[in-house]
């Protein structure tokens, strides 16, 4: 299918893939997860949430920046809230779930 919509700028699809670097720190992730189900599973999410993410703010920026825009910080968010899910102790934890 051809499309008539301008492209990414490449400017973006830079910022995106900088906004991605911190997926590569997954096995050190799983490896640091607390042994509950639920905290596993949720590290095991996180990586395809955020390249499904980084591909739609891709795929969308030309015709709507701002959602694009939006798709990032949600994914910076992401970013933060693993890791914060990652570093807390088993009795912080069960506070939590």
Same mark, same amino acid.
């Given at each position: 299918?051809?499309?008539?919509?301008?492209?990414?700028?490449?400017?973006?699809?830079?910022?995106?893939?900088?906004?991605?670097?911190?997926?590569?720190?997954?096995?050190? &992730?799983?490896?640091?997860?607390?042994?509950?189900?639920? !905290?596993?599973? #949720? *590290?095991?999410?996180? @990586?395809?949430?955020?390249? +499904?993410?980084?591909?739609?703010?891709?795929?969308?920026?030309?015709?709507?920046?701002?959602?694009?825009?939006?798709? &990032?910080?949600?994914?910076?968010?992401?970013?933060?809230? !693993?890791?914060? #899910? *990652?570093?807390?102790? @088993?009795?912080?934890?069960? +506070?939590?779930?």
């Amino acid at each position: 299918m051809i499309s008539n919509f301008p492209d990414t700028p490449k400017w973006m699809t830079a910022v995106i893939i900088v906004l991605l670097l911190p997926v590569f720190q997954f096995p050190y &992730l799983v490896a640091s997860a607390p042994d509950v189900s639920t !905290v596993k599973t #949720l *590290v095991w999410i996180y @990586p395809f949430y955020c390249l +499904v993410a980084a591909w739609l703010a891709w795929q969308c920026f030309p015709q709507r920046p701002a959602l694009s825009w939006i798709l &990032l910080a949600l994914m910076v968010m992401s970013h933060v809230s !693993v890791w914060c #899910l *990652v570093a807390m102790t @088993p009795s912080d934890l069960d +506070v939590i779930v």
